[in-house]
């Protein structure tokens, strides 16, 4: 009985000591494991924060990339303005170089053209645009295109527009004046040029008739053609150059001078005269002309 007992507590204490064996290698295994997950937790943190901080410098290396293509873009752009306007300049040094500086000279009794000077590209107009259709009449290019227009649309109001004079050379021009002296003396100062001073040898000047009148002057004033001028003549770059009032001749409402349609539309809006506008200013208009 006694050695059935011992055997119990042999029994209990080999169990106990297995399970306690067992506790205890649970511990330790759990502790290791903990240590190992511990371990790969911040090993896993720090790959963490090292890819934080590659990001981090990543996206500052891409925000300088961006200020910096954005102020390369703002350079090209501004280069490009300068090329621009380079260009620009270059161009309208080019025209000025190829428009004549007479076009928007005052020739009455103020400049002098010599007898050698021919404008440039003097055209024969249309036989249907002079009221003799024996004679020629001439004008530069650009001004004749326009008055073509001018007279279309006159017709087209049912206005009928002649070209009673255009250009004149510096000897017909002389010739011409001495013609009226003849007749007229000194008086002939009042409305003829001299040789030299006459807007005709431009090239860009008209004497404007119509038949409604017998296609001379008098009575050219109070015609529906005149009246239709004043309106419209501006829009197609004519001006009239001796208006009521001026100080070099007397008033000539057939008398109209092609000085582009620029400068034109500025003498309507502020409703002045060519001859009023000072020199300066209307050089500064070559460089539209003959818009």
């Known amino acids: 009985m006694k050695e059935k007992g011992m055997n119990g507590v042999r029994t209990r204490d080999i169990v106990l000591g297995v399970a306690g064996i ?39 290396t891409n925000a300088q990339l961006s200020e910096s293509l954005s102020a390369e873009q703002a350079r090209n752009a501004d ?13 309208k040094l080019d025209k000025l170089q190829n428009t004549d500086p007479q076009v928007l000279a005052k ?48 017709e087209n109001d049912d206005i009928t527009l002649k070209v009673a004079s255009a250009y004149r050379s510096f000897n017909e021009q002389g010739g011409l004046k001495s013609t009226y002296r003849v007749t007229y003396g000194k008086g002939a100062n009042a409305f003829s040029a001299d040789q030299g001073y006459s ?11 119509t038949p409604a009148i017998g296609g001379g002057f008098v009575g050219f004033d109070g015609s529906e053609a005149f009246t239709w001028l004043n309106k419209n003549a501006w829009k197609y770059g004519f001006v009239l150059s001796y208006p ?10 057939w008398h109209w001078r092609f000085v582009g349609t620029t400068l034109a539309e500025e003498l309507h ?6 001859y009023e506008m000072d020199q300066r200013k209307l050089n500064q208009y070559l460089i539209d002309y003959p818009n």
Request: proline share 2%; hydrophobic share 35%.
């Open 22 to 60: 067992a506790l205890i290698g649970g511990i330790g295994y759990g502790g290791y494991s903990f240590y190992q997950l511990s371990k790969e937790y911040d090993q896993t943190r720090e790959a963490l924060e090292a890819a934080s901080g590659a990001l981090e410098v990543e996206r500052q």
């Open 79 to 91: 280069f490009e303005n300068q090329i621009g306007s380079i260009s620009s300049t270059v161009g």
């Open 107 to 154: 020739y009455s009794k103020v400049y002098f053209l010599s007898d050698t000077y021919i404008p440039r590209d003097l055209v024969t107009l249309a036989s249907s645009s002079g009221f003799e259709a024996s004679r020629t009449y001439k004008l530069t290019q650009d001004a004749a295109v326009q008055l073509e227009d001018m007279f279309q649309a006159a």
């Open 199 to 209: 807007e005709h040898q431009l090239g860009t000047t008209v004497d404007i008739t």
């Open 244 to 253: 009521k009032g001026n100080t070099y001749y007397v008033f000539e409402p």
């Open 269 to 274: 809006s502020q409703n002045i005269h060519f």
